[in-house]
């Protein structure tokens, strides 16, 4: 399987959108680690926060990882705005998967290092969404 990133096509002037798709397997979290950072640098995210960023991306693969049918891909859309990373990482899971419940050790670690996290599960596919703000230096 090869990695693939592409740009979305009609992505709005103000919005890059960017889909990358590698293997659902753990040893491919590192490129998806790698694109979180350098998009999130590129909205000059402080470095705790590309940090913060980076770790909520590689705890909701291994979420979806646990669940992921066998030989599938994992999907990821990085959605760039001015002052915001939203990313969304999907993949199809095993019959009758289920993701950690909101109260699990999981998303408390989700939910602190993003500004907004949830998930859904439909049609045999289990979808993670991670929002991430820039914090403003100036605002008290």
Do not use: N
């Not at 705890?59 to 599938?72: F, H, K, V, W």
């Not at 599960?121 to 230096?137: F, S």
């Amino acid at each position: 399987m090869a990695t693939q990133l592409t740009a979305e096509p009609g992505a709005a002037f103000e919005d890059d959108v960017v889909l990358l798709t590698v293997p659902a397997d753990s040893t491919y979290l590192a490129v998806l680690r790698t694109a979180t950072a350098g998009l999130a640098a590129r909205l000059h995210f402080a470095l705790d926060e590309i940090e913060d960023l980076r770790i909520a991306v590689d705890e909701a693969c291994a979420m979806l990882l646990a669940i992921a049918s066998r030989d599938t891909e994992l999907d990821c859309r990085f959605a760039v705005t001015q002052d915001a990373l939203t990313v969304e990482v999907s993949v199809s899971t095993v019959p009758g998967a289920r993701l950690p419940a909101e109260s699990s050790f999981a998303w408390k670690v989700l939910t602190q290092l993003t500004t907004e996290a949830s998930s859904e599960m439909t049609g045999g596919r289990a979808t993670i969404r991670l929002l991430a703000r820039r914090v403003d230096p100036d605002q008290p």
